[in-house]
């Protein structure tokens, strides 16, 4: 919570005090994170860049997620998702999703043989057709 009101804080500096809004960088252009580099200076944290990635910078952390793209990894007890996390989460759910269909699937068959064995061990006279779901 206490880095969640220390970035805002920073937008609130800025929108108050300089009057630079960076609406090009949605907020998060050079003022911000000059700012945000300032502040991490004193906390320890690594330098970022500003939200839009090019130059020499590209290949730093976002302000735009600062401080929390920054911190050690553990530090929010894994209660801070990444996007990297997210991708990979995202990755891990399509699997799931792709699992149950196959399963679901797989069941439906099951129900259709079963149930079609029941009508032939009673002399009933069916198509598989007539049971699919």
Same mark, same amino acid.
């Given at each position: 919570?206490?880095?969640?009101?220390? +970035?805002?804080?920073?937008?609130? %500096?800025?929108? /108050?005090?300089?009057?630079?809004?960076?609406?090009? $960088?949605? !907020? +998060? !252009?050079?003022?911000?994170?000059?700012?945000?580099?300032?502040? @991490?200076? *004193? =906390?320890? #944290?690594?330098?970022?860049?500003?939200?839009?990635?090019?130059? =020499? /910078?590209?290949?730093?952390?976002?302000?735009?997620?600062?401080? +929390?793209?920054?911190?050690?990894? !553990? $530090? $929010?007890? /894994?209660?801070?998702?990444?996007?990297?996390? *997210?991708?990979?989460? !995202?990755?891990?759910?399509?699997?799931? /999703?792709?699992?149950?269909?196959? &399963? *679901?699937?797989?069941?439906?068959?099951?129900?259709?043989?079963?149930?079609?064995?029941?009508? #032939?061990?009673? @002399?009933?006279? &069916? &198509?598989?057709?007539? %049971?699919? %779901?």
């Amino acid at each position: 919570m206490a880095d969640v009101l220390l +970035h805002e804080t920073v937008h609130q %500096y800025h929108q /108050e005090v300089t009057g630079e809004a960076e609406e090009s $960088y949605k !907020g +998060h !252009g050079p003022a911000f994170r000059d700012t945000c580099n300032e502040l @991490g200076e *004193q =906390l320890g #944290l690594p330098t970022v860049r500003v939200a839009k990635a090019r130059g =020499l /910078e590209k290949d730093l952390p976002s302000c735009a997620h600062w401080p +929390h793209n920054v911190r050690p990894t !553990g $530090y $929010y007890k /894994e209660a801070f998702i990444t996007p990297e996390d *997210q991708d990979r989460a !995202g990755d891990i759910d399509a699997e799931a /999703e792709a699992d149950r269909r196959a &399963t *679901q699937a797989n069941l439906e068959q099951e129900r259709s043989a079963a149930l079609i064995g029941v009508c #032939l061990a009673n @002399g009933q006279k &069916t &198509t598989v057709s007539d %049971y699919r %779901y």
